[in-house]
T-cell receptor, first 112, second 114 residues
Framework: SQQGEEDPQALSIQEGENATMNCSYK?????LQWYRQNSGRGLVHLIL?????REKHSGRLRVTLDTSKKSSSLLITASRAADTASYFCATAFTGGGNKLTFGTGTQLKVEL | DGGITQSPKYLFRKEGQNVTLSCEQNLNHDAMYWYRQDPGQGLRLIYYSQIVNDFQKGDIAEGYSVSREKKESFPLTVTSAQKNPTAFYLC?????????????FGPGTRLTVL
């Protein structure tokens, strides 16, 4: 089952603008992760936020986590054409061991 | 070069045939995973292994089989019992332990059933 649901499903912005995508999940988690996938390729890990953290930064990425609302957001600032990809959230739910449950993804297109 | 490799990149199979997808990692990771991705969809877990000689079913294990005889290798067999096998298959690995850490992905194998 896919625990994470992301919105929007697709997002198109101009280079230099910020991109925000959201993820909702259903059960208690140990951590939440964001991954990026370029078309036809494997996924690349971007950032991990633990259940006791509320915000985390990595370069142009900012992730927030609200465990009371069971939701997370990924903000990409000053987007570039090279950021064009699909972005997935993945949750490590409590009691799930090493398993991750992936969301449905947001397709981001950054236009010049 | 440390990483995770999958072969082949593209695979064509006739209906009724079994086919095996290769996944190898040299990251010294204990845990390995197989996912299936359909167009425009997220990843669904097929099988996972937390240690050599042990593996568990994921959410969509029917029609698939795996083995974990070596730490480095986790091959996936798509059997003729899998009713709709055409998909993109991704292998991943992680350090292991508990709590769900970062997973490292291979480049994927695209399987097409003719």
């Amino acid at each position: 089952s896919q625990q994470g649901e992301e919105d929007p499903q697709a997002l198109s912005i101009q280079e230099g603008e910020n991109a925000t995508m959201n993820c909702s999940y259903k059960t208690s988690i140990n951590n939440l992760q964001w991954y990026r996938q370029n078309s036809g390729r494997g996924l690349v890990h971007l950032i991990l936020i633990r259940s006791n953290e509320r915000e985390k930064h990595s370069g142009r990425l900012r992730v927030t986590l609200d465990t009371s609302k069971k939701s997370s957001s990924l903000l990409i600032t000053a987007s570039r054409a090279a950021d064009t990809a699909s972005y997935f959230c993945a949750t490590a739910f409590t009691g799930g061991g090493n398993k991750l449950t992936f969301g449905t993804g947001t397709q981001l297109k950054v236009e010049l | 070069d440390g990483g995770i490799t999958q072969s082949p990149k593209y695979l064509f199979r006739k209906e009724g045939q079994n086919v095996t997808l290769s996944c190898e990692q040299n990251l010294n990771h204990d845990a390995m995973y197989w996912y299936r991705q359909d167009p425009g969809q997220g990843l669904r877990l097929i099988y996972y292994s937390q240690i050599v000689n042990d593996f568990q079913k994921g959410d969509i294990a029917e029609g698939y089989s795996v083995s974990r005889e070596k730490k480095e290798s986790f091959p996936l067999t798509v059997t003729s019992a899998q009713k709709n096998p055409t998909a993109f298959y991704l292998c991943a690995s992680s350090i292991g332990g508990q709590g769900g850490g970062e997973q490292f992905f291979g480049p994927g194998t695209r399987l097409t059933v003719l």
